[in-house]
């Protein structure tokens, strides 16, 4: 049995994706065994990161791995470090990790300051990789879309947390992602880029907007909105 550190109970609901006829599962299955026995894997990041990696780990557990916390018996293991800004100091983690999937962008509210950061943070990040001699993969934000203009759960939250629904996803409101790009393109051939928007399935349309972590009484727009394999909050 897979367990996760959670505040509270959640039940999940499984759906089997399949992108372009290739089970997903079986993907996974086929990197587990061939390419991840007695390797690293370490999600750095924010809250998100904590869902690409539930989705991993169900996964694999789900296709016959045999996991217990952290750690497979094929020598696999896995962590999620809980980090919300590029300027933190993550070298350690980095350094003892085989692979390192990395995402800093959702507890930034002001443009200038993620930019400002990357651009700091980016050469930093390949020096240490060259450093190290490490594989480091960047994983793109999710789109916050919470009922304010710029859709910012910080704006929403001047509205004294008014009960609303979500508003539609869109691209007008990725500037994250858009600066994310801007400052790694130039580094693409040591930070391996994946992009979720284009691998992960898009629950937008039935998002139901109730935030399990915050507060009962607010929304939430950003979390479980899409998800890189089939792991859903009911």
Same mark, same amino acid.
């Given at each position: 049995?897979?367990?996760? %550190? ?16 290739? %089970? ?6 086929? &990197? ?7 390797? =690293? ?12 990696? *539930? *989705?991993?780990?169900?996964? &694999? ?35 003892? =990790? ?26 930093? &990040?390949? /020096? ?26 910080? %704006?929403?939250?001047?509205? %004294?947390?008014?009960? *609303? ?5 869109? /691209? ?27 691998? *992960? ?34």
């Amino acid at each position: 049995m897979l367990k996760f %550190n959670l505040k509270r109970p959640r039940p999940l609901e499984w759906h089997e994706i399949m992108r372009d006829q290739v %089970n997903v599962t079986a993907l996974w299955m086929d &990197l587990y065994e061939n390419q991840l026995k007695n390797k =690293s894997l370490t999600f750095i990041g924010d809250s998100l990161m904590m869902e690409v990696y *539930a *989705a991993m780990m169900l996964t &694999l557990v789900r296709g016959g791995a045999n996991c217990h916390g952290k750690r497979c018996e094929n020598g696999f293991t896995s962590y999620r470090p809980y980090k919300s800004h590029i300027s933190e100091d993550y070298e350690k983690l980095l350094v003892e =990790s085989d692979i390192v999937v990395i995402n800093f962008g959702l507890h930034y509210n002001d443009p200038q300051l993620y930019d400002k950061e990357m651009k700091e943070g980016i050469p930093h &990040l390949v /020096e240490l990789i060259e450093r190290h001699n490490k594989t480091v993969l960047w994983i793109d934000s999710f789109i916050p879309h919470f009922p304010v203009p710029d859709g910012s759960y910080v %704006n929403y939250k001047q509205l %004294n947390h008014v009960q *609303a629904t979500c508003t539609p996803n869109t /691209e007008i409101n990725d500037w994250r992602n858009a600066i994310a790009d801007k400052h790694i393109e130039p580094f693409s051939s040591k930070i391996k880029r994946v992009l979720i928007r284009d691998i *992960a399935a898009s629950r937008h349309d039935t998002h139901n907007g109730i935030l399990t972590h915050f507060s009962a009484n607010n929304l939430d727009c950003v979390h479980h909105c899409m998800q890189p394999c089939y792991l859903f909050v009911i």
